[in-house]
């Protein structure tokens, strides 16, 4: 970056969000990355976030897991903005502009309670896999949601966390038979 090309520096660093096509934050990302590299901006742009978590689905009794987006065609930017890295941000292939800006207006940062609940769901994503251990309990109502049983309801009698398989009991016609079902071949009903 030339010394010319340096603009004034703001006072801090504010979290702005900016839009992107649907399906394309990742390539955004990536783009933003790049530039940072290429342009030496790091003391400039400090983060670029997707907020996504880790869903899990089972498919012919396999179990996948993918990550899905909280809040798809957007990408969070924590950054100081000068009108340099504006420009950037604003012509990044595949970013549609930045969230509340008004036509030839300065963007607008999130409010920090906002940015501070974005960033504790992604935290508590990470550290799921605490969450993912026990999420059932003995005497709990769920609903096979796999194999030859789905749809039935059940109450689980007993919780093998190693294996993360669980007991249920179901109902077939009128009479209990127990079932060894993984973690995710139920769900908990909702109340």
Do not use: H
Request: hydrophobic fraction near 35%; include cysteine.
């Amino acid at each position: 970056m030339k010394e010319s090309e340096k603009i004034e520096r703001p006072k801090e660093k504010r979290w702005y969000v900016l839009r992107a096509v649907s399906g394309q934050e990742k390539k955004v990302k990536e783009y933003i990355e790049n530039e940072i590299q290429n342009l030496k901006l790091e003391d400039y742009i400090f983060q670029v976030l997707i907020p996504s978590e880790k869903v899990y689905q089972v498919r012919n009794g396999k179990k996948y897991s993918k990550e899905r987006s909280f809040f798809p065609g957007y990408v969070l930017v924590e950054c100081l903005l000068t009108q340099l890295v504006t420009g950037i941000l604003r012509n990044i292939p595949g970013g549609l502009g930045f969230l509340g800006e008004t036509k030839g207006g300065d963007p607008l940062p999130i409010r920090e309670a906002e940015v501070n609940r974005i960033l504790g769901k992604v935290d508590e994503m990470a550290d799921d896999s605490a969450a993912m251990d026990t999420p059932y309990e003995i005497g709990e109502n769920v609903k096979v949601v796999d194999g030859p049983f789905n749809t039935f309801i059940g109450i689980i009698e007993d919780i093998n966390e190693e294996k993360k398989k669980l007991k249920v009991m179901v109902k077939i016609f009128g009479r209990k038979t127990p079932l060894e079902l993984s973690f995710v071949q139920v769900e908990k009903l909702k109340e």
